[in-house]
Each structure stands twice: as structure tokens, then as C-alpha cells.
């Protein structure tokens, strides 16, 4: 009779992903994992062809994570990206190792920093609707300046070199906004 299976992918995706938002990604190892699921690397090797597999697999988990994440977050933003900024900057507080593998690291599915932020819900071409619906003239290059202030403040955060309140931050990005939206 053959050997019962005890740990499925599932557990070993989950304790990868929950080791990288604790401690980084960096300490996703076939054994680490192994050690912090209760099992030899064996199982990780009969459902993962190698490593490289398994980090791919916490990296979509992880842009689910995040897509979850900002439809849940609740904007009270009124200018367009205002909300995305806000949500972004407050994943960066709240998930710094998850950003930092998002955002800040080359990723294995080769999407760009727009299509991960755009997912399946269009995010960023709705607000780029908003910002057009509003008067702005070229609301893509508008989104290119308040990205660079978005990204910058979100690494800031990492460091604690962004200490702004919540309600000090959406008025920043707000009044950014309407400062570039004037010049675009």
C-alpha cells in the first residue's frame, strides 16, 4: 500500500509565502520550507520541478495578495490616483517584504510595474479615465509623474523616511495632483 501523501502544494506554497512576508524572500529554501512545514524536501521536489517553480508560484501569490489587498483598502481619496497612491504606500508599510519582492526585485512573470498595478480590474486605466473625465489633457503622462511620487514615497516608507499620517499623505497626493494636472 502506498505511503500516504501528508503535505499538499497548497501547504507548501502557503508556508513559503507566509515565510516571505515574515522574513523575506530570500529565506525561501527547499529546506527552510521543508523545516517549516513539518516534512522532508521530498515533498516540495514531487510537486515543484525546482526551486525556481516554487518562487514563481509565491510570486503570483503574492500579486494576488496585493490585488486583494487594494480592493479591499478603502480609499477616501477624491482626486484621480489618490487611492491607488494611498493603497500602495499603505501595502508598503504593512507588507514590506511583499513589496519588496513585488515592486522592487526583477520578477519571474516579466510584467512590468503598470501591469502588475493594472491587474485584471484595470486599476490604473480607470484612473486614467477619471483623470481624462476630469479635463486633463494627457492623463497618461499625468499617471507617469504621480507614479514617480507614488513609487518614491512607498520606498521611503521602507526606510521610515516617510512618516507622514494617512491623512497628511492623501492630502500630499491630492494637492500633487492638481499641481501636475495644471501643468500637463
Known amino acids: 500500500m502506498a505511503r500516504k501523501e ?3 502544494i497548497k501547504q507548501i506554497l502557503d508556508t ?10 530570500q529565506t525561501v529554501t527547499a529546506r527552510k520550507v521543508a523545516a517549516k512545514a513539518g516534512c522532508s524536501t521530498q515533498p516540495i521536489f514531487r510537486v515543484y520541478k525546482n526551486m525556481e517553480e ?12 496585493f490585488h486583494e489587498y487594494y480592493a479591499a483598502f478603502e480609499g477616501t481619496g477624491t482626486a484621480p490616483f489618490s487611492n ?7 501595502f508598503a508599510r ?9 515592486f ?6 516579466k ?10 480590474t484595470g486599476t490604473v ?13 494627457n492623463p497618461s503622462l499625468l499617471f507617469m509623474k504621480m507614479w514617480i511620487f507614488i513609487h518614491g514615497a512607498a520606498c521611503m516608507s521602507l526606510s521610515g523616511d516617510f512618516d507622514l499620517s494617512d491623512s497628511e499623505s492623501l492630502d500630499l497626493l491630492e494637492r500633487s495632483y492638481y499641481d501636475f494636472a495644471g501643468r500637463v
Open 16 to 25: 513559503a509565502f507566509e515565510m516571505t512576508r515574515a522574513d523575506g524572500f
Open 125 to 137: 486605466v480607470t484612473e486614467i479615465n477619471k483623470a481624462a473625465s476630469m479635463g486633463c489633457t
Open 104 to 109: 522592487l526585485t526583477d520578477n519571474p512573470s
Open 84 to 90: 491607488l497612491g494611498m493603497a500602495y504606500i499603505s
Open 6 to 8: 501528508t503535505i499538499t
Open 94 to 102: 504593512k507588507e514590506k517584504n511583499l513589496f519588496r519582492l513585488l
Open 54 to 65: 516554487l518562487w514563481s508560484a509565491v510570486y503570483l501569490k503574492g500579486v494576488e495578495y
Open 111 to 120: 510584467k512590468s510595474m503598470y501591469e502588475l498595478l493594472n491587474g485584471k
